[in-house]
């Protein structure tokens, strides 16, 4: 194939493979580095710029240079069933048992594909994951049932509405709404705090990827892509807030700023938070032979988590330490398994991100709003604190998955696998 030729293709194929790697997940750097050394396998120098709306290439050697602007991205939440196919579309393109043209075709494939499970498992599943959450937070057995019932219909809605071209903030918002008050409505027979089962019904809603997604780019030099991402959830995460506080409104049952939930035991919390991260798991189309790992590492982050603030630490320091260890377990598993770390670690640490935290801040600034100058200086201090924590606990999350791939990236075969790139014979 002519140099020209073949630089068209290649630039097709690394744009088009960049802008899927960041949609179904990976974070900036990872895909810049990618692709930087798979033009290289093929002979060209590229430099790959992230911008918040598209992705531009600059690829070449002596002969023959291009330009070129990729198609607008498009949602970048995950899906980890299609970060495997597509990092198994990399590694062949890498190993010179692929093609451009053939890359192409596969990539166009994996485009189109459909989900992972079918629909039936996802609601029962993402259920799962609602009920689950609401007993960490030591809910009793009836809320726990309205919370279950709240996920199945959360999990419909999200799967119908963008079927009806509505937009993903206020697909969220309406979401909250009608699931919000369907746990209200389902605690009411029993006589049961309905609190837990709105929260659990909130954070099953909120975008855990693309914050700590943001907060790693944001870490790693890529300003533009981090912010959008992180715009793009905290809008996602407002439009939940006014949804449960619509629900508030509409039922009479005040989400208050302030939650205090003891913490269950320790065996509870890990079997708790292993069926949590099966939800997620099911939810984000992790690969079926992957889904143990991800609930075992769920267990043991979010157990890690609950152990360390047992003994008295600051939630951030065990938010972080959680975070760590399922990023490292995630990396020595996927390496076994041949599975992206992200593919793995993501499903097993959304249950630590605090969505909860977050609306109930954004409420607690309604309420002052609506108060006005008689806002009580306690609502103004506990609404500043949800919010603080929010931020600090998402950033936690970033640091911990940033940690474990700079603990020993020997170890992880991350150095490795760069040098062995730039070491091989062009072709």
Same mark, same amino acid.
């Given at each position: 194939?002519?140099?020209?030729?073949?630089?068209?293709?290649?630039?097709?194929? %690394?744009?088009?493979?960049?802008?899927? %790697?960041?949609?179904?997940?990976?974070?900036?750097?990872?895909?810049?580095?990618?692709?930087?050394?798979?033009?290289?396998?093929?002979?060209?120098?590229?430099?790959?710029?992230?911008?918040?709306?598209?992705?531009?290439?600059?690829?070449?050697?002596?002969?023959?240079?291009?330009?070129?602007?990729?198609?607008?991205?498009?949602?970048?939440?995950?899906?980890?069933?299609?970060?495997?196919?597509?990092?198994?579309?990399?590694?062949?393109?890498?190993?010179?048992?692929?093609?451009?043209?053939?890359? /192409?075709?596969?990539?166009?494939?994996?485009?189109?594909?459909?989900?992972?499970?079918?629909?039936?498992?996802?609601?029962?599943?993402?259920?799962?994951?609602?009920?689950?959450?609401?007993?960490?937070?030591?809910?009793?057995?009836?809320?726990?049932?309205?919370?279950?019932?709240?996920?199945?219909?959360?999990?419909?809605?999200?799967?119908?509405?963008?079927?009806?071209?509505?937009?993903?903030?206020?697909?969220?918002?309406?979401?909250a709404t009608i699931s919000g008050m369907t746990a209200v409505l389902a605690s009411r027979p029993s006589g049961a705090d309905p609190t837990l089962a709105l929260v659990a019904a909130g954070m099953i809603?909120?975008?855990?990827?693309?914050?700590?997604?943001?907060?790693?780019?944001?870490?790693?030099?890529?300003? /533009?892509?981090?912010?959008?991402?992180?715009?793009?959830?905290?809008?996602?995460?407002?439009?939940?807030?006014?949804?449960?506080?619509?629900?508030?409104?509409?039922?009479?049952?005040?989400?208050?700023?302030?939650?205090?939930?003891?913490?269950?035991?320790?065996?509870?919390?890990?079997?708790?938070?292993?069926?949590?991260?099966?939800?997620?798991?099911?939810?984000?189309?992790?690969?079926?032979?992957?889904?143990?790992?991800?609930?075992?590492?769920?267990?043991?982050?979010?157990?890690?988590?609950?152990?360390?603030?047992?003994?008295?630490?600051?939630?951030?320091?065990?938010?972080?330490?959680?975070?760590?260890? /399922?990023?490292?377990?995630?990396?020595?598993?996927?390496?076994?398994?041949?599975?992206?770390?992200?593919?793995?670690?993501?499903?097993?640490?959304?249950?630590?991100?605090?969505?909860?935290?977050?609306?109930?801040?954004?409420?607690?600034?309604?309420?002052?709003? %609506? /108060?006005?100058?008689?806002?009580?200086?306690?609502?103004?201090?506990?609404?500043?604190?949800?919010?603080?924590?929010?931020?600090?606990?998402?950033?936690?999350?970033?640091?911990g998955l940033l940690l474990s791939s700079a603990l020993n990236p020997a170890i992880f075969g991350l150095g490795k696998q760069a040098a062995k790139v730039r070491m091989s014979p062009p072709r």
């Amino acid at each position: 194939m002519p140099d020209t030729n073949r630089l068209d293709a290649a630039a097709h194929v %690394l744009l088009l493979l960049a802008r899927l %790697l960041l949609e179904a997940g990976a974070d900036s750097e990872h895909v810049r580095r990618r692709v930087e050394a798979l033009a290289e396998r093929q002979d060209f120098a590229a430099e790959l710029f992230l911008g918040s709306e598209r992705l531009l290439l600059m690829l070449g050697n002596d002969q023959v240079y291009r330009t070129r602007i990729g198609h607008a991205l498009g949602v970048m939440g995950i899906d980890a069933g299609r970060l495997v196919a597509l990092e198994e579309v990399a590694t062949a393109i890498e190993a010179g048992t692929l093609e451009l043209e053939a890359a /192409a075709a596969r990539l166009s494939v994996i485009a189109k594909a459909r989900p992972a499970y079918p629909g039936w498992l996802t609601i029962l599943a993402v259920a799962g994951t609602a009920a689950a959450l609401a007993r960490l937070f030591s809910a009793t057995l009836p809320v726990v049932g309205a919370a279950f019932l709240a996920g199945a219909v959360s999990t419909v809605l999200r799967r119908v509405l963008p079927r009806l071209r509505v937009g993903p903030a206020a697909a969220a918002g309406i979401t909250a709404t009608i699931s919000g008050m369907t746990a209200v409505l389902a605690s009411r027979p029993s006589g049961a705090d309905p609190t837990l089962a709105l929260v659990a019904a909130g954070m099953i809603l909120v975008p855990g990827v693309p914050l700590i997604n943001g907060v790693r780019d944001l870490m790693q030099g890529h300003a /533009a892509i981090g912010l959008a991402r992180i715009a793009n959830g905290a809008i996602t995460v407002i439009a939940i807030a006014a949804g449960l506080a619509a629900t508030s409104l509409a039922v009479g049952v005040h989400l208050p700023v302030t939650l205090n939930t003891p913490n269950l035991g320790l065996a509870w919390d890990l079997l708790f938070s292993s069926i949590a991260a099966f939800g997620f798991a099911i939810l984000f189309g992790a690969p079926r032979g992957a889904v143990p790992t991800i609930m075992l590492t769920g267990a043991l982050a979010h157990g890690l988590r609950t152990a360390l603030m047992m003994l008295g630490s600051d939630i951030a320091i065990a938010t972080l330490a959680g975070a760590t260890l /399922a990023g490292v377990l995630a990396r020595l598993v996927g390496r076994r398994l041949g599975t992206p770390s992200s593919a793995l670690a993501f499903p097993s640490v959304v249950a630590m991100v605090p969505g909860s935290y977050a609306f109930r801040g954004l409420i607690g600034a309604l309420d002052i709003m %609506l /108060a006005g100058p008689a806002a009580p200086a306690a609502l103004l201090a506990a609404s500043a604190a949800a919010l603080i924590s929010a931020l600090v606990l998402t950033v936690s999350i970033g640091i911990g998955l940033l940690l474990s791939s700079a603990l020993n990236p020997a170890i992880f075969g991350l150095g490795k696998q760069a040098a062995k790139v730039r070491m091989s014979p062009p072709r």
